[in-house]
């Protein structure tokens, strides 16, 4: 809803809208929204000086990239499960290969197989080796 004043609010179809900044009952429906959430952003969005909309915009965007870059366990799980061989060893270039295509944001090998050594998962074989335990 936006007032006369052209303040923006949102408000449920169950109350009589007023505008709550300024109380004006002379208002005028500008959209619907499904859910709370999208109704609060939107208001948000609408209310927001001009000069700080573009920098908000930014770092909402980059947030939003760097959360979708981030790896999953399923898909590390998956990686381990893929180099490891019949006998339960995993290689870590095998390791490394797979890591590699899910991006430049999937944690090294070797942190991976470190952290499982620490937690008592796995245990050197040899250089390249390691045995799940």
């Not at 809208?17 to 002379?26: A, E, F, K, M, V």
């Not at 381990?80 to 339960?88: C, D, P």
């Not at 870590?92 to 991006?103: A, D, R, T, V």
């Given at each position: 809803m936006r007032c006369s004043s052209g303040h923006t609010f949102g408000f449920s179809s169950k109350a009589e809208?007023?505008?709550?900044?300024?109380?004006?009952?002379?208002i005028k429906k500008i959209r619907e929204f499904e859910t709370a959430e999208e109704l609060a952003l939107a208001v948000s969005k609408s209310n927001l000086p001009p000069e700080l909309a573009n920098q908000v915009k930014l770092k909402l965007e980059e947030s939003s990239m760097s959360n979708n870059s981030q790896?999953?366990?399923y898909q590390i799980n998956e990686c381990?499960?893929?180099?490891?061989?019949?006998?339960?060893q995993i290689n870590?270039?095998?390791?490394?290969?797979?890591?590699?295509?899910?991006?430049n944001y999937a944690p090294?090998?070797?942190q991976l197989i470190g952290q499982a050594e620490l937690e008592g998962e796995m245990i050197r074989i040899d250089d390249?080796?390691?045995e799940w335990i």
């Open positions: 809208p007023n505008c709550t900044i300024c109380g004006n009952s002379n790896v999953s366990k381990f499960n893929k180099s490891t061989n019949e006998l339960g870590i270039e095998k390791l490394k290969i797979e890591l590699k295509k899910l991006g090294t090998a070797e390249e080796n390691w």
